[in-house]
């Protein structure tokens, strides 16, 4: 077997020969260079040192690693280089006459060893940006789960696919219509982004067609990925097209292009990510032709793989916003409904239900801004003021419980009890004048005179002025005013005015219940009207907890009972103090409290101005019913005009 004088022939073309020929290393070059021999293949290289060379400029085998080439040492290397020798780098260390296939066995070593290290130097890479992918999936999967509002979902459904892709541009389509009909299927155009440039779009619908690309993805339910998409619209092989309005509009330039669907759990397509311009570089813009030319390049295979996870994820999260929403619709739909009931058995307090919650969410976003005073660590979070405008829209749901007829009592007597005790009088009246018709006829039987007969008349006259006073005196003390002890005892006095039936017994003008509701101190109602008007919280609590409100909104059917608890614990029903009292419900008794005051719906009083309103509420306050700092910050931050935007 030949051997090679490593001093002589290492310059010389005899080694390049013995190597070029050498089985091992068919597929590689072979170079001579004023130092050596450099072995290539690939994008591994080795390089070849005599001893001479190494001896006299040790700095050629430290150059050669720092190259990060492997290193075959052709003698005995000086104890200078050793912790060179030492380190990670590819060497070797032949004897100088060594054979030519003992060589090339060293040499093909050296270089499989390099390309190994390559391959795992590129396997780990591939690892580590694996893992990361997988862990931006992840987090992106959470992000976008955890999103029920539909819009925000989707601008971070769009943002995080131009991520992980690194696309320009993108958009993103939600198909509209029963799936089954394939006629009136739609695709809505919902939003766009663009890293390079700014503009204004508008939601639009498409059809769901081949006509389209994202219409094709739609109806095939499966990735189209198009490099040029100006090619493929050149392409009468392809069944869709690409509307180059945009591009003409904008001036941007769409290139490459990646269509995915997204699948509901159903298996329907509920929407089509759309992706625009793959760069190589994904932080340049693009804004001149040749940034398009040099920085665009078409979606890959690892594009698709990543997109069509992220939109597997993203088709269910879609879904279930979507069926949030139209559970949330479909919930506020029968919260609505409840109220027009109320308000139908009671017209007279149309529209509270509505302005209470609307004052009472306005004060408690004042209260979560406000940084001093004793509420300055209550926070009220989207689901806090849902929660308390449900409760608040609700609050008043137990009168369907109350007699209607109480409900709508505007006056102490209803009105069958007024227009019956007109009736008596009336009746009373006629039958005094017959009995005076009667009385004059037996008189004038007897030979009476004109005196007599007068006389009868001003008795009847003075009959029936009475009467007559007292319907005024019952018309006047009907009203929900205050009377005073004079009035009582001329109540008292009317009711005991009799008169004679049709069946000739005596009866009274007034009954007991009636004279009951005259005698009424304040306002229409009776003590038991007042305790069945109170008693609406109860019917309230009852029906509400009836529902499952799940866990953001289980506190609703509490927050609506405590509407007419007061801090001294002189409320109803359970007559329980501040401490017990949900902030919510302070919140809402306030502004149960200013809306009754300023309601001008109400046909047995007349609204208050706003100024005499809180004027109101501060003697409330006084009285240690009302929250002093909730009834300052209702006042201070003219929450008032939170309702009267509504009206």
């Known amino acids: 077997m030949a051997s090679l004088d490593a001093d002589r022939a290492l310059l010389s073309s005899e080694l390049r020969d013995a190597l070029v020929k050498h089985p091992k290393l068919h597929e590689a070059s072979v170079e001579l260079s004023a130092d050596g021999v450099l072995v290539q293949r690939g994008k591994a290289s080795v390089q070849l040192l005599a001893e001479a060379a190494f001896t006299r400029e040790p700095e050629l085998v430290r150059a050669a690693i720092d190259s990060a080439a492997g290193v075959l040492l052709l003698g005995e290397p000086p104890a200078i280089l050793i912790d060179v020798l030492l380190g990670d780098a590819p060497v070797a260390v032949l004897p100088q006459n060594v054979s030519e296939a003992a060589l090339g066995l060293a040499v093909h070593g050296l270089l499989e060893r390099l390309e190994l290290r390559a391959h795992n130097k590129s396997r780990d890479s591939q690892l580590t940006r694996y893992r990361y992918e997988r862990g931006e999936l992840v987090e992106i999967a959470q992000a976008i789960t955890r999103e029920r509002d539909i819009d925000r979902l989707l601008n971070l459904i769009l943002e995080k696919s131009r991520y992980v892709t690194g696309a320009d541009a993108g958009s993103i389509y939600v198909t509209e219509g029963d799936a089954d009909d394939a006629q009136g299927r739609r695709m809505r155009f919902k939003l766009s982004q663009n890293d390079s440039m700014r503009y204004e779009s508008a939601e639009f619908v498409i059809p769901v067609s081949m006509e389209s690309i994202a219409g094709t993805a739609a109806l095939t339910k499966q990735i189209i990925n198009v ?3 100006y090619v493929a619209d050149a392409d009468d092989s ?6 180059e309005s945009f591009d003409k509009r904008t001036g941007y330039r769409t290139v490459s292009m990646l269509c995915v669907p997204m699948i509901s759990a159903e298996d329907e397509v509920i929407g089509v990510i759309q992706l625009i311009n793959k760069k190589r570089h994904p932080p340049t813009r693009l804004h001149e032709p040749e940034d398009f030319n040099a920085q665009v390049i078409p979606f890959d295979a690892r594009s698709e793989e990543l997109l069509s996870a992220l939109a597997a994820q993203a088709g269910i999260a879609l879904e279930n916003a979507l069926l949030y929403k139209e559970i949330r619709v479909i919930f506020e739909g029968f919260v609505r409904a409840s109220v027009q009931a109320i308000e139908q058995r009671d017209p007279t307090t149309s529209g509270h239900s509505q302005r209470v919650s609307l004052l009472s969410t306005g004060l408690a976003q004042m209260v979560d801004r406000i940084d001093s005073g004793p509420y300055k660590d209550a926070k009220f979070s989207r689901r806090d003021l849902q ?4 409760a608040a829209l609700l609050h008043d749901f137990g009168k369907i419980g109350v007699r209607e007829q109480v409900l709508v009592k505007a006056k ?3 009105p069958h009890e007024h227009n019956a005790i007109r009736a008596r009088i009336d009746f009373a009246m006629k039958s005094a004048e017959a009995d005076l018709l009667a009385e004059k006829v037996a008189m004038m039987e007897q030979g009476a005179g004109k005196s007599d007969l007068d006389a009868a008349q001003g008795r009847f006259e003075a009959r029936k002025q009475h009467l007559l006073e007292a319907w ?8 929900p005013t205050v009377l005073s002890e004079g009035d009582f005892s001329r109540i008292a006095e009317i009711g005991a005015l009799g008169y004679i039936d049709l069946e000739g017994s005596s009866r009274t003008l007034l009954s007991d219940a009636e004279m009951i509701s005259l005698k009424i101190t304040r306002g229409s109602l009776s003590p038991s009207e007042i305790s069945e008007i109170r008693s609406h919280v109860d019917h309230t609590y009852k029906f509400l907890t009836q529902i499952p409100w799940g866990k953001s909104m289980k506190r609703i059917p509490e927050i609506a ?10 409320g109803y029903p359970l007559g329980v103090a501040a401490k017990d009292i949900p902030l919510p419900s302070k919140i809402m008794t306030i502004a149960d409290i200013y809306d009754a005051l300023t309601a001008s719906d109400r046909p047995y009083k007349r609204a208050l101005a706003r100024d005499r309103a809180l004027q109101i509420l501060g003697f409330e306050v006084k009285d240690g019913n009302l929250d002093a700092e909730l009834v300052r910050i209702f006042a201070e931050a003219e929450v008032h005009k939170m309702a009267d935007t509504s009206t």
Not at 387 to 390: I, K, Q, V
């Open 227 to 229: 490099a040029d998409v």
């Open 238 to 243: 392809l069944p869709y097209g690409f509307d």
């Open 387 to 390: 929660e308390l405008e449900y």
């Open 412 to 414: 102490k007597l209803y």
């Open 472 to 479: 005024a005196m019952i018309d006047r003390a009907n009203e």
């Open 561 to 570: 009972r405590a509407h007419h608890e007061k801090l001294n614990g002189q």
